[in-house]
Nanobody, 121 residues
Framework: QVQLVESGGGLVQAGGSLRHSCAAS????????MAWYRQAPGKQRDLVAR???????TYADSVKGRFTISRDNVKNTVALQMNSLKPEDTAVYYC???????????????WGQGTQVTVSS
């Protein structure tokens, strides 16, 4: 059983920082891109940041300069450091990974369970 398990998140005041972590486990053959998405109440799930297996990163314009995504290819983990948080960053954050997994045909996308981040003003 392949899964992504998230940790971190919580409640913070505006201007504060939080760190999310996500670990992939199970029968992993290889992981390509890993990413973080977020979904605010009543809105669609949007990409926050993505990192390729070689370390290439992409960020949503709204978080550039404030958030940093990183990964450990040995431990199959991805992290999101969030600084200078704003109330509009409040959402459920989801970890995402694309890869090849034993027992699954072709490339598969898997999701974490989601973690609430609330930023108070």
């Amino acid at each position: 059983q392949v899964q992504l398990v998230e940790s971190g998140g919580g409640l913070v005041q505006a201007g504060g920082s939080l760190r999310h972590s996500c670990a992939a486990s199970g029968s992993i053959i290889s992981l390509s891109a890993m990413a973080w998405y977020r979904q605010a109440p009543g809105k669609q799930r949007d990409l926050v940041a993505r990192i390729g297996s070689g370390g290439t990163t992409t960020y949503a314009d709204s978080v550039k300069g404030r958030f940093t995504i990183s990964r450990d290819n040995v431990k199959n983990t991805v992290a999101l450091q969030m600084n200078s948080l704003k109330p509009e960053d409040t959402a459920v954050y989801y970890c995402n990974a694309v890869g090849l997994f034993s027992g699954r045909l072709g490339t598969t996308t898997i999701w974490g369970q989601g973690t609430q981040v609330t930023v108070s003003s």
